[in-house]
Structures are given as C-alpha cells and as structure tokens.
C-alpha cells in the first residue's frame, strides 16, 4: 500500500517534541518581560490634563519649593494636589487672564474643584506614606523622576513591588540627608553607600522592618 | 498470589489465534457491535459532564459560598473528592509496574485500561483543587515563576508539595501509559481502513516497525520507566496525606497517615478496576481476555487491603484511648455518637466487614458479586474521605467554634458530575484506543498454548 | 475606598489578561481604570487629607447623654470612641455609641416630608398645620415624646407650652424606671436619682438589678466594677440573686437563681438582717443561705455596703432597700432627677391611650417616639392615632408610628445635628455634627421650634441661646471649651441627704399561678430603635449568642417537665396573647421563669431589622411589664430558627482548661507559672523593635461585646445577614465566648474574648501556598489580604478559629453587606475592603500601629507604653484588654504575663500565642 508519510514526516516529528518544551518556556519568559515593561506599567505615560500644567516651568524655571502646592507631603500619607484656592495665590497677581487657565478661574469662581487625572498611583492594597519617606530622607525625584524638566507630568518609574522592594532591601542606595529631599538637582556623593549606611543608623530605619508585608499591605 | 499466577489454568480463554486475539481488541476501536449500549452510556455520563461544566460556571461565577462550608469547617465536598479521585488513579500505574516487575501474568488484561482511568481520575483529582480556591484565577501563584512582584511560593506548604506529586504523576502516568501503547498505536496504523486514521494512529505510532531491535529497546525502556513508577506511586499519596497529618488538628496529626492514605488509594483504584473491567468485559466482549481468575486475584487483593484498612482504623482508636489527648478522644466518640456517625458506621460497614465476604471462593469466583462488593468499597472509601475533613473541623480545640457541615446542591452536583466526566472521557477511550495491550497478550497466548 | 475586586479595565489591558490565560488581572497591577484626584477648591481650616481628626459629641440613651469623640476623616465621621472627661463615658463605649455611625449611614433613614405614602414638601406640611383643627389655645394639641432631658428640648417643649396653655405633653420611655421612681416617692416623698458609688462599696448585694447590663448608666458603673478587680484593690464581694441571667449575675461572686417572689421575700430578709422586723420570710433552703449570708456581710461591711433593687422589683422593694442603704449608711448619692415630669411613663402613656380614645386629641405630634410598636395591644395606640385629624411623626425612620400618622417629618441623626444632653447627674454636653446633614432632614429642637413659632428656629443658634451666660467674651470662650471638652463644666447637680421614712408594713407577693415572664430590654436591639442597625442585629447576644432574632429562655428543669428541647419553637401565652419563637435552654435560670427581650419583631424598621424576630412588648395590661405571671409554655407547631454564632457553652472535664477560674484564696497560693519554652520544629520567629501582645482579663470583662462593635466599626468587617449566619458563617474578627461550668446547684458563666491570637510559632503559617499568612518583625501574624488565593489551610489548621473567610462578596454585593452607597462612607480609609475568596482576621489593629510608629518615628523616638491603642481596647468599659510591647520589661503586658492569674489558651499546642488570658476569680472560697 502507498506510504502513509512523506521524509519529511521525522523532522516535523522532531520539531513537535522540541516546541512540546521550548513553548512553555518561551512563553513565560515573554509575559515575563512583558510585564515589566512600559506597556503594562505606564512607565512614561502622560495623561491629558484639565490645564496643561507644567512642572518644567513651575519647578524648573521659578524653582517653586513642593510644599508651596503639595501641602501634606509632610504631614500626611497623602502629598495633597493644590487647592484651586493655592493656583490663585499666584494667579489673581499674574497670567489673570491666560486662557490657559480658564478653568482654574472658573473652578475658584464657582468653588467647583478641578478634576485632576492621577498620573503615578499604587494599587488600593498598597498604603503608601509620603510623611515617612520625605521624614527618612528619600528625595521626591527617587519616586517622581526630574519632575523639573516635565513639561507636562509622567509617571517616571514603573511603582512595581519589584521596584519598591528594591529601595527598601537596600535604602542605603538611595536615602540622602534630610534637608536635601526637596531638592531636584542633589546628585548621589562618589561614597554614597557609606553615607547611606550612615544616614540609615542616624535616622533610626528600622531596615528589618522595611521589607515586612505589613509595612505597606493590611 | 504469584502462586496462583503459575497454575495449569489459562488467563487467557477461547482464544484460537494471535489474529483472534488482534481483532478482538480492535474490533471496539474500527468496527464495533451493539453501539447502542455505548451511545446510551455516552449520552448519560455526558449530560451528568454538562452539569459539571454548570456547576463550574455557577461557582466561578457566584463564589465557594455556594457549598456547605462554614466559618469552622472551611474544606469540604472538594477536598474529600480530590482525595478520593487520586487514591482511584493509584491503582493502573500500580498494576502496570508493581506487577510486571513482579511478573504477574494476569496483569497482560488489565493495565492499559486501569492505566486509562488512571489518567482520567487523576484529572479529575487535579481539577478540585482549583475549585475549592476562593480565587482560583490567582493559582499560578503556586508555582515558581519570575515575577514583578519578586514573590515565590513558600515551600512549606504541603500544598505545594502536592502540586508537585500530582503534577509528576500525571505526567509520568501519561508517558507510561503511552510509550505501552506505541506497539498497538501501529497496529491500528496497519488495520485502520481510513487514510487519515491510519496517518494519526501513525504519527503517534512514532514510526513503529517491530523489528527485533524496536522491541528489545521498548521491553528495556518499559521496565525502566515501571521500576520508577512503584516509588512514586507511593510518594503520591504519601504526600497528599501530609494535607492532614502536617497539620496540629486533632485526627490529623497522624504519623499512621501516609501508609494509611496509600493503601486506601489502592484499594479504592482496585475497586474501580473491577468495576471497569466487568463493563469492558459485557460492553466490548473481552470475556477472553477478563476471566473468573483474574476477578478472584483482585478479589484477593481487596480483601488484604481490607484488612489493613480495618487494622489502621483500630490503630486510630487505640492511640485515641492510649494517648489520652483530650481533642483525640473526644473526636473518637463523637465519630461513633456525633451527627455523623450514620456514615461511619456506613464506612466501617463497607470497608471492612462487607469485603470479608472476598475469604469464600464462591464470592470471590463470581463476577456480580465482586463487582457489588467493590461499588460499595468506593462508596465506603467516599465516606472515609469526607469524614476525614469534616470529623476534625467539627470538632477541633475550641468547643466555641465547633459547628456540622450541611451538604447543599452544588457540592453533589460537582461530585456526581465529576463522576460522569471520568465515565465519558473513558467511553471515548475505549472507541479510540485499544483497551487492552494487544502485543502483551499476544506473548502471554503464545507462552500459555507452547507445551 | 480600598478594595481588593479585580478592577474592570481598558481594551488594551484585557489584551493582557488573556495573554496570561485569563488569570492574571491583579498580577503587575494591569487592567486598572483611570483615576481622577480631585483636590479642594478651598481647603478648610486645619484639616489634612485623609488624616483623621476627633471630635467631641454627645449620643443618648433612653433619653440620658453620654459623651463620645467622633472620629472623622476628610469630613467623613468613621468611628466612635469614649471621651474620658465625661463622667458616663469615662473613656469608654458601649455597642449603641459604637454603632452609632452605622445608623447615621443608615440607607434606610427617613430622607424626605411624607404625607401619607407620598412624598411632600415643607410648604404643604406648614399649610396643613396651619388648618390644623386644634384650637388657639391649644386645646387638643398633644406632643408625645421619650424622656427628655435635654436643657434645649425642654425649653422648646417649654414655648410650645406658652405659644398653646392647653396642650398637653405625654412623655414615656419603655425602658423606663417608675418601680424606683415610685419607691423613692414612698421612701422621700420624692422621685430621685440614686446613683450608688460602685467602687466604695466592699460588698453589693444586688436583686434582679443589672447595673452592669446596658444602660445610661453602665460604662460608669463597669469602669467602678474594674477599679475593684485589679489586683492592688481589696476585692469586692457581689451578691446577686436574679430569675434570669444578667451580665450582673455573671459577674457576681455569689449567685442565685430565684422566682420574682422569692426575690421580694429574700429583701425581706435582708432588711429583717439589717434591723426591719417584717416577719419571717418563706424561702427554700438555698435561697434562704444565701439571704442570711449576704446580711451578714452587709452589716459586717457597714458603711462600705450597698443592696441594689432591679426595676423588676416592686415599689415597695426599691423603697426597703433605700432604707436599708440607709441604715447601711451606704456609698449612694441621691441627686434630683432630671425627669422633670412628675407622671410615671406607663401612666403616661395610658393617659395618651385614653385621651386618644375619648377623642380629647385632634393635633398629635410624635418627636423621636414609637407608640405604635412598643406600647401593649391592649391601648390600641394605633387605632386611636387612626381618629386624630392631624397627626404628624417626627423620626430618624418612617417607622410603623410614621405609618399610622398622617404625616412625617425626617430627623436628623446626632451626629448631623446640633443639640445638647443631660447625662443622669445632670452633666451637660454639647451635641456637635460631625457632618454636613445628609439628607434634608431638621433636629427635633428645629422643628419643635417651628411649630412654636419661636423667633429662632436653626438648633445651632438654639443650643448657643441656652448656654447664653456671662460676659460675650467669656461665653465664647465657655461655648470653645465645652466643645472641645465634651462637656460643660459644674452642670452635675449636688446630691441631696434625704431622711428615710421608718418602713412600717410590707406586702408579699401573691404566690402567682403559672409561670413568670421576666422582660427586659434587647442585649442588642435594646427597646426597639436600633433594630435596623445590621451591626447590631449580627451582635451576639451574651448568653445565648442569638443573632438576627429573638428567643425564649427557659430553665432546663421546665424544659424537661414540658418535655422541651434546645432550639425547638415555643409558644408563650401570657394574658390570651401567644408568642412564638425559639427556646433556648439556661442553666442557672429560676426555675418557673421564662425570659424573654423586648426589641424586635419590628414590622417598620427598614430592610435590615422588619420581620426579625418576635415583638413582645404587646403583651400585658400594663406598658412596659417587666415581670408578667401567669405565663403559659408549651411545644409550638410552627418552627422558627434560632440563629446563634456558639452552639457550645458549657465546660466540663478536661475542657475547663479552656476557661480557666480560681479563688483569691488560691491565686495567693500560686505562684508565677513559668512561660512555656518547649522547641518547636517551626523556624523561629523574627525579632524586631517591638513585640506587641495582648493579654485579655477574662475576670473584669463582663460581656458587653463593646469591643466587637468596635473592631467591626474600625476594620470595616462586614455584615454577613442571617441566612450566611444559618449556613455558620461570621465575620466578626474577635468573638466573644461564653461559656458555664457547673457549680453546686447553679452555673458559673463567663466571658473569653477571642481575637487573633498572633502566635510566635503560628500553625497558618507554614501551610499556606503563597505566604499571604506571615509574621512580621514586630511579632504580628499578619495576613496579606492580596496575595491570598483561598486555600484556608491556615483557618483549617488554625486550633483557635479566629480567621473569616470571605464566602461571597461581603464588602460588596451582598444583601445585606454594607448596603448602599452611603455606607461606604462609613469604612475606615486606613483598611482594605476585602474581596471575595479572600481570608482575613485581627491584625492588632495594624492600621492603627503603623500610624503610631509613624508617628514616633518622625520624632526620632519609640512608641511609648499606651501610646498605640487597639480599637478593642479603647471601647472596653472595664479596661480588660491589655496591650503593648513585650520589649519593655516595665509594659502593663511584660507584667501582666507574669502575674499569677495568667495563663495561655491551649497551651499544650506550644504555639506561644501573643493574645493571653488572666483567669476568672471568683471572690467567694466555696470551690468551683
């Protein structure tokens, strides 16, 4: 009777077997890196905005200090988004009548607030505590990025547990002395482990404690 | 039993020629009589599978508040059945391996099909876990794997443990299994009339051709693979009983478990053997080939596993009394006096007197009565099972918490559904395969009809 | 609100969760919606987003106020907690004030003017007063409140009175007191408030009072209770001798367990000890030991001894008994009422009835009242209100009074409103809102005002007018304290001496035929007006753990003779009146006694508290009967379910372990026990800067269940309904167990809070999958609710059954879980909701650590002893929840652990628990 397969038959037999295990593996590894990357983070992404407002400027080129609009961030677990009432401190005085801020004029005539997109979140299991990062030393920019030269605002890290874990395994990477959290332009010192160690033991950081669940998770 | 293995009468009866015995087994797979039975049976285990798939739907959808569990008693239907399954899919791989080692002769008849229900109950076992997790879309997170969260699965937990056992046994059952089935796969290949028949019972024959060489390497690699069966059969059961006696729970906490869970999955998964082969038997008319003989030697098999189940209950009582622990004790008469007792009387009943019936020759010489005995012994090794997880979680510690279980309609639903599953997926084993290992049976004739 | 429910997402992020096979929503955060951040347009004064702030309010019962400090979060009031200047709060809750907020989010509050069923408007209601027929003067127009004692309710109850002479004011309360107010007047010639100083007295002997039990006056007498129990004090003996068990029985030393009669001839007795020759009393044996014992050590202990008569006792009781304190000379202040009207609230209340009936009453206002439900049958209230031309109800509900008027007018919830309080020694303090009103309700004092057409009508500038004193200057300032302080200070009356006349005759009581019903107040529900507070509802009533409902309790003695088993439904007959419901069988109750609850089988409540239960307080010819004889009891046909969350109670054997007494006597002879260091094949626990513990003082709690209301308000646990009660399902994070062992020829109860026990060597632990059940470095077994995946090994293998596993979508979907929007608003911001499928449990209050250490952290320090406070801890009246770090030698719990009452539960496991227990004493040397 006729042959049932061609020759070639065996080497797609071969193929089968060997995709039977490389599949499965290749596959995890792509949702891996996947995951990771911008597309499922928002790492970089920029959302539109009620006004167009611009860190670049504010923080960049006058050199506003971020408590002067984000008033919690050393009170409070929430940094706090201005109040429509802080925007007219300034714009009562200059750019009265900007177009660009229409709706914040409209928003202090009416008392309706403006409705801000939120450009870096956790997830609503994660209790997140500016006070207590700004308290211990870690600058807004380890977090946020060069907020001075972001035109419009973007979620500068990815804020995976990942990333987060990684900062409190080793803070001494990133803490740096107090009265230099606000500031946008500290570079890390050539020694900066030794310090970091040293800034750990003087701000009493309880390093044991920083990677339980219970310190972000309840 | 090997004794009775090697007596002057034949495992095989009736048989006049190899070829008879080549159609025989493939007559149900390329052209089977009275298929009316087989539609009909197909037809009712595939609705009770539809309603699996309902109950699925409706706990996925709804969430486990639908069983009968309760703040105190937080396993339940699941569980046991999970427990349950596996022990049934203990008994194929066993009787391939345990028993060609052992060079037992009437295991030619049974293991492709006890290999078959194998692979079937253990998915079924596989399947209840992930219905009883309260967010079953989350249970990769078992496995290790790379992940953002930096997060791995904590190797404590006897739940993974059991991933693992459950896992490999699967796998290796179904390579067992399959590397038996290459020589008959090119059988089929030969005698399939279709072309695209014989091209898929081809590819999965791997190119088979019988020579000499193909068969010497096969027999070698088959006896390999079973030598590493026997221990990881044991190991399976092993390790699910460490669900229970890793635990502090009173009644749990037993080091009697593991070979107590493994002897209770054979025997159960011999129980359901019989049960198969008699239906195999009537349906596919392999009286040939499942003789009297071969239901006494699993008659006698049940009856020592009956015994030694017995001896493991008196075991759990003694050290009740002897240890004197206060919980263990009081669980004890409340397994006897309590609201279950009813189906504790009725496991006693069914795994240990009624299987005492197996010491007379008539019962165990005789078909319907071995194959009622072994229902029951299913039955019997069920109410273990469920007992098992509900007697503890009644009543544990703290009498403030001590509370029944009441059953509700979606626990029954899922375990009879899950039993019609099992049913239809070994219908279709039988129309699509060959339910008996052909080339096995070929030497076994052979060795039987040379003086 | 924080919420563990897989969110729905983009387009773009459902390409990824098939990507993952469908399972991977929650993984790497994906699939989660935009977020808007919406900031103030002006930010109000001093408040800091999601910081919280406390406030000082006031909340009554039965009429009386007590001081409490809402907590608030963004505007949003989330909890309740004591305020320790007010001297009824002391610092303390009970479950009314905790679930305090769950009524104010009430979705089925009244929201909206009703005439009839329709919805109406503030226009049409002033309209129609204005035709209402009554005449100028008056004549016809009838206010029905409860007890008011309210400085500014009064005065507008007082304009109302000038604007018309001649109407009337009917005031009752069903909880009410006029057995002591009519044996004060025999005793003075006067009604006065007796308030017995708790911790003065060396031995109390108290007859069927339960000072402890809820009331306006418990958290006082509790926190007194507990200052007698600490191991420094001299221990106080109590006697009690009741027909059912009260919380006060249970804390007893001494118990007995009589019939109403015999109770009035056992203070027969002890008068007759202490100098009145009354006759012979006629007691059993036992009853009668008990008498003579407790008379002599109240003249041993004279001036520091005190007998308590219940407001089941007879006026002529209440009357003895102030003689006999009198000549006990004991640790009692008489203060003047602050009930100012001179009617007994059941005569009241048939004046009403009557007045209705002889159709004296054409204008009927109801303010904050319920006549329909609670009065008897047998006034016929509701047929009555049918004849009135106009009839308006003024109420928190449209509840079943509403339905039977014409019209109804919402009322504000006290924390929305502005108003003030008298607390029973006539403290006052300022009802402050925490909260702009939610609907477009008014305060009583608003709408009494209106009707009176006073000038004034908005409460803030009433409360302002009535504390008008001084100097302006001086009454800002005054106005600033009182509100920040919670109370207003020398408001407490001064206690007056009273001569007592010579008692000179003393009936008995008539040997009464069948059974006696013994009445008293819902340990839940109390009489009626919480009943759709779903908190409470699912509150376990002390000693039967009842939930959702209400039951018959029966001693198991009757129970026999009437062939009667636990749980089967009953029938009570009392005066051709039957009530059916579930028995419950009470060891340690009089035999011949029936106890039964006031409170439910409510028929207008809203969804949570209609048809639930059995509504007793129709019964009886006279309003309010707390004791009813005649009684009849007999098997049911029909059957109700009895839903409790603990079917065992009692402890024999080996299993008294598990709730452990001694005597004084033998905690002298004990020493220390030696902490249990046995090795355990578990790796050892991290250690870190704190060790926090709790150690539970079985011996001063009492059973209020304070501290479930309270751990349920903080850690948004939800309500399950009774149906997922039926199935054996709860939620409360920490329990209360009750449990009895038997003693001689009556029971001991008590009381063991069970919260996470947070073991070092914890058994959840090493069994789950995913480490969603770890510990932390500060000793915390915590559970990480996002990472569970539902195996509930841990609650499996958990020997103290403390963990809840989430069967449905409590927080969410169903029924009865936090219904409606506006409980939302209720949950604590600090607290994940937990999802369906998900485990949870006490966690110490781990929000509240955290904030703590926080706090202490930005200061450079540690937490200090008693700095961080569990919820639970904070509403125990009694203080029998310790906590704090094991770290310090010197912390309250370092010592405590080493006291030699305490002990661990379960010990023999070694799981090392960090929540430990301090027995039971029982102060009387008669072994148990």
């Keep these: 009777m006729a042959q049932l397969f061609r020759p070639g038959a065996n080497s797609i037999a071969v193929i089968v077997i060997v995709a039977l295990f490389a599949g499965p593996a290749a596959a995890i590894a792509f949702a891996y890196f996947l995951w990771n990357s911008p597309y499922a983070t928002d790492q970089n992404l920029t959302r539109a905005q009620p006004v167009p407002f611009s860190h670049l400027h504010h923080v960049g080129e006058l050199g506003l200090d971020c408590r002067m609009c984000h008033t919690g961030v050393e009170k409070a677990a929430f940094a706090g988004i201005p109040s429509t009432h802080i925007c007219m401190t300034c714009h009562s005085q200059i750019w009265t009548n900007a177009q660009m801020l229409a709706p914040v004029r409209a928003s202090y005539a009416s008392g309706k607030p403006l409705h801000w997109q939120r450009v870096n979140r956790v997830p609503d299991y994660v209790f997140f505590d500016h006070s207590i990062h700004v308290a211990k030393g870690i600058g807004c920019n380890v977090c946020h990025g060069p907020v001075q030269k972001m035109a419009l605002m973007r979620q500068a890290e990815p804020l995976t547990m990942g990333w987060c874990l990684e900062c409190h395994r080793h803070p001494e990477k990133y803490i740096r002395p107090k009265d230099d959290v606000f500031d946008m332009y500290w570079h890390q010192p050539f020694d900066q482990l030794e310090v970091g160690a040293k800034l750990i033991r003087q701000y009493l950081i309880h390093t044991d404690h920083l990677t339980d669940c219970s310190t972000c998770h309840r | 039993m090997s004794a009775a293995g090697g007596t002057k009468e034949r495992w095989i009866e009736g048989i006049g020629s190899l070829e008879e015995i080549n159609a025989r087994i493939c007559a149900p797979v390329l052209n089977p009589a009275h298929t009316w039975r087989w539609w009909a049976a197909l037809a009712f285990s595939g609705s009770l599978t539809l309603l699996m798939l309902g109950s699925v739907g409706w706990l996925f959808g709804h969430g486990i508040g639908i069983f009968g569990n309760n703040t105190t008693i937080v396993w339940g239907f699941p569980i046991a059945n999970y427990v349950w399954w596996l022990g049934i899919g203990h008994a194929g791989t066993l009787i391939s391996a345990l028993l060609l080692l052992t060079r037992q002769k009437w295991r030619g008849s049974l293991n492709r099909f006890a290999e078959a229900m194998t692979l079937f109950a253990a998915s079924m076992a596989g399947l209840f876990p992930i219905f009883h997790l309260g967010r079953p879309y989350y249970l990769y997170w078992i496995t290790p794997y790379p992940n953002v969260q930096g997060l791995w699965p904590q190797w404590r937990s006897a739940l993974v443990w059991d991933l693992w056992a459950v896992g490999t046994y699967i796998t290796f059952s179904a390579l067992f299994w399959y590397v038996g089935l290459v020589p008959d796969l090119a059988m089929l290949r030969e005698r399939a009339s279709s072309r695209w028949a014989r091209r898929l019972y081809g590819a999965f024959a791997l190119g088979w051709r019988g020579s000499a060489r193909h068969w010497e390497v096969h027999e070698r690699f088959y006896r390999y693979m079973a030598a590493l069966a026997v221990p990881l059969v044991v190991s399976v059961h092993s390790i699910v009983s460490l669900d229970f006696a890793a635990s502090l729970e009173p009644g749990w906490a037993d080091t009697i478990y593991p070979p107590y869970f493994v002897i209770g999955a054979l025997y159960s998964g011999f129980a359901m053997v019989v049960v198969l082969a008699a239906a195999l038997r009537w349906g596919c008319s392999f009286e040939p080939f499942v003789t009297r003989r071969h239901f006494d030697m699993i008659a006698r098999v049940l009856l020592a596993a009956s015994i030694i189940m017995g001896i493991s209950y008196a075991t759990e009582w003694f050290w009740a009394w002897y240890g004197g622990e206060r919980t263990e004790r009081h669980l004890i008469t409340f397994l006897f006096t309590g609201p279950y007792a009813p189906l504790y009387y009725g496991q006693l009943l069914f795994n240990v007197i009624v299987p005492q019936a197996f010491w007379l020759p008539r019962v165990r010489t005789n078909i319907a009565p071995v194959v009622i005995i072994s229902i029951f012994i299913n039955v019997g090794m069920w109410l273990e099972r469920i007992l098992i997880v509900w007697s503890t979680l009644s009543r544990d510690y703290l009498p403030s918490a001590w509370r029944i279980f009441l059953p509700t309609f979606w626990d029954w639903a899922l375990l009879t559904g899950s039993l019609g599953a099992f049913m239809f997926l070994f219908l279709l084993f039988v129309r699509i395969l060959p339910a008996m290992p052909a080339h096995e049976l070929r030497k076994l004739w052979i060795e039987e009809n040379t003086p | 609100m924080p919420s563990l429910k897989p969110p729905s997402g983009l387009d773009r992020r459902v390409a990824l969760k098939l990507l993952a096979a469908g ?878 009452q305490h002990y661990t539960l379960l010990e023999e496991l070694n799981t090392r628990p960090r929540t430990t227990y301090l027995k039971r004493i029982f102060n009387s040397d008669e072994n148990g």
């Design chain 3, 23 to 900: 399972m991977a929503s929650a993984m790497a955060r994906c699939s989660r919606p935009d977020e808007e951040i919406i900031p103030y347009a002006d930010m109000p004064e001093g408040l800091v987003a999601g910081e919280p702030m406390r406030f000082a309010t006031t909340l009554s019962l039965a009429g009386y106020g007590r001081g409490f400090l809402g907590i608030s979060i963004d505007g949003r009031p989330i909890k309740i907690e004591g305020n320790p200047n007010h001297p009824f709060s002391l610092g303390a809750t009970d479950i009314f004030a905790e679930a305090g907020v769950m009524s104010l989010y009430d979705p089925d509050r009244s929201k909206a003017i009703r005439r009839g069923d329709t919805i109406s408007t503030w226009g049409a209601f002033s309209s129609a007063w204005r035709h209402a027929t009554h005449a100028q003067d008056g004549q016809g127009l009838a206010l029905v409140t409860g007890r008011v004692v309210s400085p500014t309710t009064l005065a507008r109850i007082g304009a109302l009175k000038n604007r018309y002479p001649q109407s009337r004011w009917y005031r009752y309360e069903p909880v009410h007191d006029d057995a002591a107010r009519a044996g004060a007047r025999q005793a003075f010639g006067k009604v006065v408030t007796a308030l017995p100083n708790w911790a003065d007295a060396d031995v109390v002997v108290a007859l069927d009072a339960n000072p402890l039990g809820h009331g306006p006056d418990e958290l006082r007498i509790a926190r007194a209770y507990a200052a007698r129990r600490g191991k420094a004090a001299k221990r106080q003996r109590i006697h009690v001798a009741e027909s059912i068990w009260s919380l006060t029985g249970a804390a007893a030393d001494v118990r007995v367990a009589v019939t109403p009669a015999h109770l009035v001839e056992i203070a027969r007795a002890i008068a007759n000890a202490c100098g009145a020759h009354l006759g012979t009393p006629e007691l059993p044996d036992f009853a009668k030991a008990f008498a003579d014992r407790a008379g002599q050590e109240l003249l041993a202990a004279r001036g520091r001894a005190l007998v308590l008569a219940g407001d089941s006792q007879p006026a002529e009781v209440h009357a003895l008994f102030h003689w006999t304190n009198a000549q006990l000379r004991a640790p009692v202040s008489y203060l003047p009422s602050q009930d100012i009207v001179e009617n007994d609230h059941a005569y009241e209340l048939c004046a009403l009835a009557n007045d209705l009936h002889a159709g004296r009453i054409q204008t009927l206002i109801v303010a904050d009242a319920n006549p329909v439900y609670d009065a008897p049958d047998s006034l016929r209230i509701a047929e009555g209100i049918a004849t009135v031309p106009f009839s308006a109800h003024i109420g928190l509900y449209r509840d079943e009074t509403a339905h039977g008027c014409r019209w109804h007018l919402p009322m504000s919830h006290a924390l929305e409103s502005w108003g003030d309080e008298r607390a029973l020694d006539g403290t006052a303090s300022i009802v402050q809102p925490l909260i702009q009103r939610l609907y477009a309700t008014r305060t009583r004092d608003d709408y009494l005002a209106w009707l009176a057409n006073e000038d004034v009508t908005k409460a803030y500038d009433l409360v302002r007018k009535t504390w008008q004193r001084g100097a302006p200057e001086a009454v800002e300032a005054s106005w600033r304290k009182a509100l920040n302080d919670g109370v207003i200070a020398n408001t407490a009356a001064t206690p007056l001496s009273l001569p007592v006349d010579r008692v000179s005759d003393f009936p008995g009581m008539s040997r009464p035929r069948g059974m006696s019903a013994v009445i008293s107040p819902d340990p839940s529900v109390w009489d009626g007006r919480y009943a759709n507070n779903a908190w409470l509802q699912e509150c376990s009533k002390p000693f039967t753990k009842q939930v959702w409902g209400n039951a018959v309790q029966i001693a198991p003695g009757d129970a026999q003779r009437l062939g009667i088993e636990d749980e089967d439904t009953v029938d009570v007959t009392i005066d051709g009146k039957t009530i059916t419901a579930p028995a419950v069988l009470m060891p340690g109750q009089a035999d011949g006694t029936i106890g039964l609850h006031w409170g439910q089988g409510r028929l207008e409540a809203g969804r949570i508290g209609s048809n639930i239960g059995v509504r007793v307080c129709g019964v009886g010819a006279r309003p309010f009967a707390r004791v009813i004889n005649g009684a009849a009891l007999q098997k049911s046909a029909s059957t109700v379910p009895f839903r409790s969350t603990q079917a065992h109670t009692r402890l024999q054997g080996k299993m008294e372990q598990l709730f452990q007494i001694a005597t004084p006597s033998e905690i002298a002879r004990t020493s220390p026990k030696k902490e249990n260091r046995a090795p355990s094949l578990l790796p050892v626990p991290p250690k870190g800067d704190y060790a926090w513990a709790m150690v539970v003082d079985t011996d001063a709690c009492i059973g209020c269940n304070a501290c479930v209301v309270a751990c349920q308000a903080e850690n948004n646990v939800p309500v399950v309904g009774p149906e997922e009660i039926s199935q054996g399902r709860d939620m409360h994070w920490l329990r209360v167990d009750s449990y009895m062992r038997p003693h001689g020829y009556t029971e001991r109860r008590g009381f063991q809070p069970v919260p996470c026990m947070h073991c070092e060597y914890a058994p959840c632990e090493p069994v789950c999958p995913v480490e969603a059940s770890v510990h932390d470095h500060e000793g915390l077994n915590v559970q990480v609710y996002n990472r569970c995946i539902g195996t509930r090994f841990c609650e499996a293998n958990c020997p103290y059954k403390v963990r809840r596993f989430n069967w449905f979508d409590y927080s969410g979907e169903q029924a009865y879980a936090d219904e409606g929007v506006a409980l939302k608003a209720q949950h604590n911001p600090d607290v994940s909701a937990r999802g369906r499928g998900v485990m949870e449990k006490c966690n110490y209050c781990l929000q509240r650590i955290s904030r703590a250490r926080k706090t202490a952290e930005k200061e450079n320090r540690k937490i200090a002893e008693g700095e961080m406070v569990t919820a639970c801890q904070a509403a125990c009246p009694t203080r029998a929840i310790h906590f704090g770090d094991l770290n310090r030698a010197d912390s309250d719990v370092s010592n405590l652990r080493k006291a030699a």
